[in-house]
């Protein structure tokens, strides 16, 4: 029998690795201004750093997908395999490269294996969840995740340190994560353990279900806006700054730490407890609502006074964030159970696609309008997922295929309860103990 401690340990061991596998991300883009000096790149060229793992990740995720990985390896072991990856890419980049040519394919290939930390997490995570407090397992879920993110611009900014140092550091730590998820980790009782037949097509027939397509479309909104706001934030203030004229070099890259790492963290937990406490759909609505609206508000922040921006980064920072675990839990709550990780991975894969699409057209549109109104182009992106996530209010069918019993086929559940166990029952499936 599952003890409540045994589950929180779990828990808290799927968080960290979640936190030490995801700091190489963001490892080359901490160093950007050490390698643009060491290795005379520009700052176009310098975005290929980042771009680079989106897009591996992007072609990792839908590897994983037409293979069906996420549902026929052992979780825990394709984390610990995919995170082992990606810290020895880190560490070949740290120890052996010295240009950029020879640096992206290295960082596309860490990003195809990244895809095999976060989406598996997720499915690890919902494996040790009732629907009852899933919510704020994924808020805890998705604070790991932007603490990971963070931790290179915390380790670079410990003192003056050589960027392989840094680089090597973070491939050491997601090592580290490697360990703990083969040695510690196991998969929860909530995890469907039937056999599957392959099925590559579930990534599409899915959308064929309301409850994962809404979800889908509502995740897909928030990663409209998400990246690129990450991504360009610190850009924003700075122009805003000079415009201003304020001598902002000292304080950007602090609000943007704040705005992101500890607003972000305050998110998702709150966006977590909300979902499990309101329901699904009007927490999503509800963070949807209130990053949309900071984008369509962000000319009118441009210039104002550094504690008033502060404030508003704050809210932004918290909101953008806050829904991101609520589209993950609903998916895994109407998703076909035996597909959870395809559809989970899926989801991430399209997302992030569109990620590489914003972070290239706000320079762009700020070239042609000025970054006090570049922003104005991530605000359809929340409009639409409000609008989706509001329509998964009304009744939905679990996900279901011909090989499901006519019980599960025919029941039905409501997303914005914010009880899900009192949703009709599915029917028993059987569960690893």
């Known amino acids: 029998m599952i003890t409540a401690p045994s589950t929180n340990q779990q828990r808290a061991l799927i968080a960290a690795v979640q936190v030490l596998g995801l700091c190489v991300w963001f490892s080359a883009t901490a160093v950007v201004p050490s390698l643009r000096s060491e290795w005379g790149i520009g700052s176009s060229a310098a975005v290929w750093l980042t771009a680079s793992v989106q897009i591996g990740f992007v072609a990792g995720a ?11 390896i052992a979780p825990q072991y394709l984390l610990a395999a995919s995170a082992f990856g990606a810290a020895v890419c880190t560490a070949l980049l740290a120890l052996f490269v010295n240009n950029l040519s020879a640096a992206i394919p290295l960082r596309f290939l860490t990003g195809v294996l990244l895809a095999g930390v976060y989406p598996v ?37 410990l003192g003056p340190l050589p960027w392989r140092t840094v680089m090597m550091a973070a491939a050491v730590l997601t090592a580290i994560g490697a360990l703990i998820a083969v040695l510690l980790i196991t998969s929860g009782p909530h995890l469907d353990t039937r056999p599957i037949t392959p099925s590559a097509r579930y990534a599409i027939t899915m959308f064929r279900e309301r409850g994962p397509r809404l979800a889908n479309i509502g995740y897909f909104g928030h990663m409209w806006e ?4 990450w991504t360009w934030m610190s850009m924003f203030v700075l122009a805003g700054r000079e415009q201003r004229g304020t001598g902002p070099v000292t304080t950007t890259s602090i609000i943007a730490f704040a705005a992101i790492g500890l607003a972000g963290i305050a998110g998702c937990l709150l966006g977590g407890w909300a979902s499990d ?11 949807l609502v209130i990053s949309g609206a900071c984008c369509v508000l962000s000319p009118l922040f441009f210039t104002t006074p550094t504690g008033v921006l502060l404030a508003f980064l704050l809210v932004w920072g918290a ?27 899926a989801q991430t894969a399209i997302g992030f696609l569109l990620t590489v699409v914003t972070i290239q057209l706000v320079p762009v549109a700020a070239d042609l309008i000025g970054w006090r109104y570049a922003f104005l182009l991530l605000a359809p992106g929340p409009l639409i997922g ?30 914005d309860s914010p009880h899900p166990d009192s949703w009709p029952d599915r029917g028993a499936l059987p569960h690893r103990r």
């Open 62 to 72: 839908v590897t994983s997908t037409l293979f069906n990985l996420a549902d026929r």
């Open 226 to 229: 998400l990246y690129a706001f």
């Open 319 to 345: 909101a953008v964030i806050a829904d991101s675990g609520v589209f993950s839990t609903s998916l895994s709550e109407t998703a076909d159970s035996r597909f959870v990780g395809t559809a989970l991975t």
């Open 121 to 157: 997490g997720m499915k690890l995570m919902a494996s040790w969840s009732e629907s009852t407090d899933r919510g704020r397992a994924f808020g805890v879920l998705l604070g790991a995740l932007t603490l990971g993110s963070a931790l290179p611009h915390l380790i670079s900014g």
């Open 386 to 415: 409000a609008v989706a996530m509001a329509a998964l209010r009304a009744r939905t069918t679990p996900a279901t295929n011909s090989q499901h019993s006519s019980k599960e086929e025919h029941h039905a559940q409501y997303l």
């Open 277 to 287: 406490r309101f329901g699904r759909s009007p927490a999503a609505v509800t963070a």
